[in-house]
């Protein structure tokens, strides 16, 4: 079984300030864990995805995200909001059977000017 | 041109209608999927299929079908529809991967059932 919790339902922030989404996992497997981004009126992109590589991800867009496999979590960070980040972010799990996806409810970003 | 569209990317019924949505993907995955999503509930697994003879339903498959006509194409139905399958409808495809799938998205269908 799996599941994702994203702590926050929205979060604002002021253009050129960090970023944090945050994003707890719970899988009976070695997980995959991906951020999606869903713009307004738009499907969703892949940000970034870990999978057992390097703790640290790197993703577009100047995202990061760190799996910490002790807290069970894998937080999406941005050094400097810009006002095109606005959007919806998921968390997403994948374990066991690698093509299964569980999402997390979604966060929503407002940046302000 | 877009890896994956689906189309219509609105449409409007009245409950008791047979409503089709489609999907095309020029990605040449073998994989394909159809999620709902709802707000505040993040997207929803209704079907899926791995080759054009291999169809699955997913966690939320009650009250829709679908049809696999091609390697490129799977399509939704909904044989009747009813107000509570008013949702932003997604597909997506992914080749498969030594450790998970990477899913790459349409740009939605918004159905809304009156």
């Known amino acids: 079984a799996q599941s994702v919790t994203q702590l926050d339902s929205h979060v604002s922030v002021s253009e050129g300030t960090p970023v944090l989404l945050r994003c707890n996992y719970s899988?009976?497997?070695?997980?995959?864990l991906f951020w999606y981004v869903q713009h307004p009126n738009k499907g969703l992109q892949l940000l970034l995805k870990y999978t057992s590589a390097a703790t640290l991800v790197k993703g577009i867009n100047g995202f990061e995200a760190e799996f910490k496999k002790s807290e069970t979590s894998f937080h999406l960070t941005k050094p400097s909001a810009h006002m095109s980040d606005a959007a919806e972010y998921f968390c997403?799990?994948?374990?066991?059977?690698?093509?299964?996806?569980?999402f997390g409810k979604g966060t929503l970003l407002t940046v302000n000017p | 041109d877009a890896d994956v569209t689906q189309t219509p990317r609105n449409r409007i019924t009245k409950t008791g209608k047979r409503i089709m949505l489609e999907c095309s993907q020029t990605k040449g995955h073998d994989r394909m999927y159809w999620y709902r999503q709802d707000p505040g509930l993040g997207l929803r697994l209704i079907y899926y299929?791995?080759?054009?003879?291999?169809?699955n339903k997913g966690e939320i498959s009650d009250g829709y079908s679908v049809s696999r006509q091609a390697q490129a194409k799977f399509s939704l139905s909904l044989e009747s529809a009813i107000p509570n399958q008013t949702a932003l409808y997604f597909c997506?495809?992914?080749?498969?991967?030594?450790?998970?799938?990477?899913?790459?998205f349409g740009p939605g269908t918004r159905l809304t059932v009156l």
């Open positions: 997403v799990v994948s374990g066991g059977s690698n093509y299964k996806l569980t």
């Open positions: 899988s009976s497997y070695s997980p995959s």
């Open positions: 997506a495809t992914s080749d498969p991967g030594l450790v998970a799938d990477t899913q790459y």
């Open positions: 299929s791995f080759d054009v003879k291999d169809i």
